[in-house]
């Protein structure tokens, strides 16, 4: 009988542990390139059907680019999914081997796991987006911080800081945009999300650099990565509450400023937003709404390259 053989890799700064199931089996490697090359070969001597790892930072970045290359099927899941699998089993202990062990037979059991990895240039324009996300906070509480400062040396210091974390965000978007003109594919993108009404520059970035998938998934999927979907809670007698909750914060948090936009320039996004408001609906909950609508739309356009068509409002 033919047995699948999967993979899971616990990844540290040092050390890559990889385990493999059913067998049990556990071995370390470092973190080197030198390494990844020994393990890589060792996946594919042995058959390994797909390899699973934890979305823990960048320390996995070039083994997961190895493996891709390797023409391997490569699964990043969400920690939270590993934890409440480890706490199904009944498992306390904890180490880099059994966390190996843990992940591998995870892969075993959850196949959906393997999801279609972005390639290098897809990865390096998400790190940059990341990093421009984190300058545009650091700014936010540098400006607060001012508000607050009373020291007339202090306050040069804030406004010193944030000029200078202003002109590194600057340089970040010049780079992320000349990036996505400089790939045909990102920058006919660009163009048909900027066409709707409460997308601009920054906002279609974030979509290109941080979704990936848009015009690659259906409807319901593309909204749950973006973390708009509503899912349902119901139990016992109590009455079924729907809420939008996981994916990705800032590619929601983006889409809900467009839609603040979209209510007050684009007629069709406008009428449908009175429409919810009308109904009862909460301006949060009506908001939420059109941004899963503008995602939707984007998505379609995307997958079908068709530009934008503004809705006729009776």
């Known amino acids: ?28 490697f470092a973190n080197t390139d030198e390494d990844i090359a020994r393990l890589v070969a060792r996946l594919v001597e042995s058959g390994v059907a797909r390899v699973v790892l934890e979305a823990v930072g960048s320390y996995a970045a070039s083994l997961v680019g190895a493996l891709v290359e390797a023409g391997l099927a490569v699964g990043i899941v969400n920690p939270r999914r590993i934890k409440a699998f480890r706490d199904a ?16 037979r995870f892969a075993l059991v959850m196949a959906d796991a393997v999801r279609p990895i972005p390639d290098r240039q897809a990865q390096s324009l ?14 936010a509480m540098e400006k607060t911080r001012l508000k607050q400062a009373r020291e007339p040396g202090v306050l040069a210091s804030h ?54 998938e848009l015009g690659q998934r259906d409807r319901k999927t593309i909204a749950s990565l973006a973390g708009l979907a509503p899912h349902v809670t119901q139990s016992g ?39 919810l408001r009308s109904q009862g609906k909460p301006a949060k909950v009506a908001l939420v709404a059109v941004a899963r609508r503008m995602l939707v739309t984007a998505n379609a356009m995307l997958k079908t390259k068709s530009p934008y068509k503004p809705a006729i409002v009776a």
Not at 90 to 95: C, F, N, P
């Open 1 to 28: 009988m033919h047995h699948v053989v999967v993979a899971g890799i616990d990844a540290g700064q040092r050390f890559l542990d990889l385990g493999l199931a059913p067998s049990g089996q556990t071995f370390r």
């Open 89 to 104: 089993e009944g498992r306390r202990a904890k180490t880099d081997r059994l966390d190996a062990q843990l992940i591998a």
């Open 126 to 139: 998400r790190a940059l987006s990341t990093r421009r996300r984190q300058l545009t906070e650091m700014i």
């Open 159 to 212: 406004r010193a800081a944030i000029a200078v974390l202003a002109d590194a965000c600057k340089a970040i978007e010049t780079e992320i945009a000349a990036r996505i003109a400089d790939c045909q594919e990102r920058s006919r993108a660009r163009d048909l999300l900027i066409s709707i009404p409460g997308i601009g520059e920054r906002v279609a970035a974030i979509l290109i650099a941080e979704l990936p």
């Open 237 to 275: 007698n109590a009455p079924p509450r729907a809420a939008i909750s996981g994916g990705r914060p800032c590619v929601r948090a983006a889409l809900y400023m467009s839609a603040l936009v979209a209510v007050r320039h684009d007629p069709a996004q406008k009428a449908a937003y009175a429409a």
